[in-house]
């Protein structure tokens, strides 16, 4: 039978359950058939215990009336003494009685309720059995205790864990769950196979199922029979009271037995716990490690600086960025965002399981590859900004250089001849006319030379900004520029030392024709405006907006207008040689030719006129072709920022959304979490958004577009905050998650975790998810913590260990759970494998496996130290060491 008397140790816990259970359905006990079940039961219950003093009771109501018997059962069970009873048969004697054995109840932590000494003296029936209930209730039920819990609902663990092999046996409560007398037999026969043949039992014969029972209980287990058959089967359903105690007898019956199966959990939970946990450290240092030497070798080849010749070149390069952008790069953000949520998972799991604190190798913390991946971005940044720089370079030389070689070759081509015409000695055998003629065309050619001073001076401006740019090709453009220029000098130095010698024999010259001398003059600066006009009309052009090209288009028609005046200067100059001609006639003078002071003809600016005029309309529809190609581009701009400003809208939509979710208590943890993923699947579905920005943002670059003042947003920008919004969402579920396994594993009901969630909230003052030592502490005070420097400090030590000065909501109820439940510590596991080792101070390893699970006992075996102790045996092992390093106390 049962030993009571250490439920003397644990009368301040006794409060709390038995306020629940004191409520003992009065109003049902007027149901004869329960009535009649609970007195039976509760009689043979007491009698049970009265034996042991050599005495019994017939009538339960009766029979306790004078309140002798109820003390002397109250002393058998507890095994304490009451105080001592009067023997007068007074009602006043009765009463003071049945009173000294309320008070010792109640020293026992138990509220009676509506339970006087005057009705139990009186015989009422209902309250002599409810106080019977309590008595069994407080001294053999309430310290039943299986995996955390205990009372009704860890007896029902217990009978659930034991039946659970037995077919036609399913234990859900303590009322029609017993009714065909199976489960009484399968907790027979899992602790005494000898006593019962359990497959001989039919379901459908629950009279003689419960007889046998009742029959091998009272006669091998010494559990006395507290209940019939007949009325079992008879009620349509049993009483709950009646079954409870009845039940209650076979579980401390077999209390020896369950001492060993619980010692054997523990180890195997303990075991599981740890093995998990390393399986997880193992697979964290894998994935560190591939995923930094992926970050190594990727920066050294964005940090690449190796300049192209060409713009296809670069553009080459872009793309194969492009490429690792949305390729390369994505299964390396979810890598990383895994990485972190196992880290966290599992400390949480090191935390929950009263372990030391997961520490990665030296340069795997998170910390490190946080680091790692803010260097990668920012070499990913500095390699986007130097390919379009470079483009935007290498576009610039090639609309230089080609500018270059056009202005070089109309020099050239200009220049042609020039030094021979100026070496000649003409003037020497010439006349007078002639000399004069000589000196004023030397004069139109220093306009001439003049004029084409600034194309040589762009030349020059131009090689300049090629080198400065560092034009690939430098050295070639260097050795032209230098070789106009040299020619450029040769040619001032001749025509300054021509100038000369004409001037030197002006004076014996006076004859001129001042016809031939106006038209050289304005034929010159007329022609060598329209080379100009000309050049300016082949002029290559590069623009990047609207306005650019726009302004273009108005120089070009301010060009145009000026043209009518320019063709009256064209027909103005053909008119004077017009007038030659005439004068040449009306005096009968012979024309030796060419105008002597030019080389101009009316038929050369007639045809460079001809030329111009047909240069005009392809100007026209260049510039056309151009504004045409930048409204498609502002087209694509606004295209872009449409889509840009949506999704960024809707990524800080969704960061403000996930910001209130996480600190609002909307249902359970479960449905919050199945909230969440629900969340999480509708933000995956706008994944389609974004690669259609990614198109867009294509097109962009593909026509080298690079501002757009219709949106703020850069797809760099939409880019980390999409990431941020994927890894915000799924470390929010993570969150929750370890917030389930916290409640689960510590035994938090889904009230406290609302409790302490609205508390946190109340102080988390920025609605940021964590808060600082002041808050933390003025959240403890509200809670009804009295707190000390000295026991904040040791506060703050558990739930920041890292000195960060911020506390996390899951470090908060970390810190609640851990001090309001209990968890499995050293002590215990070590008094665990002393059960198994029969109080040895050393266990075998035949003694793990055969309490142990194969796997587990294996496990122990590779682990255990040899035990050195004096009292040791071959093949003894050290448990002790092995559970203290189970928990950081000490190296394993």
């Known amino acids: 039978m049962v030993d009571y008397h250490a439920a003397n140790n644990q009368s301040s816990a006794a409060g709390v359950y038995m306020e629940q259970e004191n409520d003992w359905d009065r109003d049902l006990l007027l149901d004869p058939a329960w009535e009649k079940q609970q007195r039976k039961t509760f009689t043979a219950w007491c009698n049970s215990h009265l034996r042991k003093a050599g005495t019994q009771i017939e009538n339960i109501e009766e ?5 002798l018997k109820l003390m002397l059962l109250l002393e058998v069970i507890s095994g304490e003494r009451l105080p001592k009873p009067e023997r007068g048969k007074m009602r006043v004697h009765k009463i003071n009685n049945v009173n000294k054995a309320l008070d010792f109840i109640a020293s026992k932590g138990v509220k009676l309720v509506s339970i006087g000494a005057e009705e139990i003296v009186d015989g009422n029936a209902k309250m002599t059995l409810g106080m019977i209930w309590t008595i069994i209730l407080r001294f053999a039920i309430q310290d039943i ?10 007896l029902l663990l217990w009978c659930q864990r034991k039946t659970a092999p037995y077919k036609n046996v399913n234990v859900q409560n303590f009322h029609i769950s017993w009714k065909d007398g199976l489960a009484f037999n399968a907790l027979i026969h899992r602790h005494r196979p000898d006593l019962i ?7 459908d014969d629950p009279v003689t199922n419960l007889n046998n029972a009742f029959e091998v209980a009272e006669k091998h287990l010494d ?9 079992i089967v008879g009620t349509l359903r049993p009483d709950e009271k009646a079954i409870m105690t009845y039940v209650s007898c076979f579980y401390h019956a077999f209390s020896g037995a369950q001492k060993a199966e619980t010692a054997a959990n523990r180890i195997c939970k303990v075991l599981a716990v740890n093995q998990e946990n390393e399986l997880m450290m193992e697979d964290y240092e894998k994935l560190a490690s591939e995923l930094l030497e992926w970050i190594r070798r990727t920066i050294p080849w964005l940090e690449n600086r190796t300049q192209e010749k060409t713009v296809n070149d670069m553009q080459a390069k872009q793309e194969d960025f492009r490429d690792y952008r949305c390729v390369h790069k994505p299964p390396k953000v979810q890598e990383k965002c895994q990485l972190e949520i196992s880290f966290n998972t599992l400390q949480t799991k090191l935390r929950l399981s009263n372990r030391p604190a997961f520490m990665p190798s030296e340069g795997r913390m998170v910390s490190d590859i946080n680091g790692a991946w803010h260097t990668l971005e920012g070499a990913e940044k500095g390699y986007e900004e130097w390919i379009l720089s470079e483009i935007r370079r290498l576009e610039r030389l090639e609309h230089l250089a080609e500018k270059f070689h056009q202005k070089a070759a109309i020099h050239e081509s200009w220049t042609d001849g020039k030094e021979a015409m100026l070496t000649q000695k003409d003037y020497e055998t010439s006349t007078l006319s002639e000399v004069k003629a000589l000196l004023r065309k030397h004069e139109a050619f220093e306009s001439d030379l003049a004029a084409h001073q600034d194309r040589v001076e762009q030349i020059a401006a131009i090689a300049q900004e090629l080198n400065e740019l560092d034009y690939y090709d430098s050295a070639t453009v260097n050795a032209r520029c230098q070789k106009i220029c040299d020619q450029w000098d040769v040619l001032g130095a001749l025509t300054q030392s021509r100038k000369e010698s004409l001037e030197r024999t002006e004076k014996q010259l006076e004859s001129i024709d001042e016809l031939y001398l106006e038209y050289a003059k304005r034929a010159a600066p007329f022609n060598n405006w329209m080379e100009g006009a000309m050049e300016d009309l082949q002029d290559m052009f590069i623009v990047h907006n609207i306005e650019e090209i726009q302004g273009l288009i108005t120089a070009h028609e301010q060009f145009k207008s000026t043209l009518p005046e320019a063709n009256k200067e064209r027909e ?3 008119a004077i040689q017009a007038e030659v001609q005439k004068i040449a006639q009306s005096n009968g003078i012979k024309l030796s030719g060419a105008n002597p002071y030019t080389t101009i003809t009316p038929e050369s600016i007639d045809s460079k006129w001809e030329k111009a005029m047909a240069m005009v309309p392809l100007r026209d529809t260049a510039l056309q072709d151009e504004l045409n190609k930048q409204n498609n581009n502002d087209t694509l701009r606004a295209k872009f920022a449409t889509q840009a400003n949506a999704v960024g809208a809707y990524i800080q939509a969704k960061m403000e959304e996930i910001g209130r979710i996480s600190i609002e208590m909307n249902g359970t943890l479960e449905d919050q979490l199945t909230n969440l993923k629900e969340y999480q699947k509708t933000i995956m579905s706008y994944m389609p958004e974004i690669n259609k920005l990614e198109g867009s943002h294509q097109l962009i670059q593909e026509a080298l577009i690079f501002d757009n003042q219709y949106t703020s947003y850069t797809m760099e920008h939409l880019r980390v905050g999409w990431e941020q919004l994927l890894t915000t969402i799924a470390r929010t579920i993570n969150e929750v998650e370890n917030q389930i396994l916290t409640r689960d594993a510590k035994g938090i009901s889904q009230e406290q975790l609302y409790e302490y969630r609205a508390s946190f909230n109340h102080f988390d003052k920025k609605r940021s998810g964590q808060m600082v030592s002041d808050d933390f502490r003025a959240l403890l005070i509200s809670t009804g913590n009295s707190l000390g420097d000295t026991e904040f400090a040791r506060i703050m030590g558990i739930v920041d260990p890292n000195g960060s000065g911020a506390v996390t909501f899951q470090a908060f109820i970390d810190f609640m759970s851990r ?10 596991v070590i008094a665990s494998f002393k059960i198994l080792a029969a109080d040895k101070n050393y266990i075998t390893a035949e003694e793990l496996r055969r309490e142990l699970p194969p796997d587990q006992a294996e496990y122990c075996i590779a682990r255990m130290a ?3 102790g004096p009292d040791g045996v071959p093949g003894a092992l050290d448990y002790m060491s092995f559970s203290t390093a189970l928990y950081g106390e000490s190296d394993l």
Do not use: C, H, N
Request: charged share 40%; aromatic share 6%; no cysteine.
């Open 63 to 67: 029979d306790f009336r004078d309140g």
């Open 145 to 154: 205790s299986v995996e955390e819990t205990s009372a009704k609902e860890g």
């Open 197 to 203: 043949d359990y497959d001989s039992l039919r379901k």
């Open 223 to 231: 559990i006395p029979k507290m209940l019939d058959a007949e009325d």
């Open 572 to 574: 103005a100059i053909q």
């Open 819 to 828: 001090e309001t439940t209990d968890t499995d510590t050293a002590d215990q």
């Open 866 to 868: 040899p035990y050195t």
